[in-house]
């Protein structure tokens, strides 16, 4: 899964998720100053956005297409 929208009918711009996002998938709208999805690609799926939310206004998609890596150690 990975981060696929916000929803900027329920955000209300408190910058909670851009705060607690590693990967810095989530910016500030320049217009609305509402969270949106900038790199959805770069999504680790920490789901600190998520669990932060408190206004579920985060959707992540079911699948999220990856290579798969192998660890050799």
Known sequence: ???EEIYASLCN???Q???VCP???IRADKDS???A???PEDCVLCFF???????DAIAFTPERPSPR????G
């Open 17 to 19: 998720c851009l705060r």
């Open 69 to 72: 890596f192998t660890s050799w």
């Open 13 to 15: 711009s408190c910058g």
């Open 49 to 55: 956005c998520l669990t932060e939310c408190r206004q």
């Open 1 to 3: 899964m990975a981060i």
């Open 23 to 25: 990967a810095d998938v």
């Open 33 to 35: 100053g509402k969270a």
């Open 37 to 39: 999805v900038a790199y």
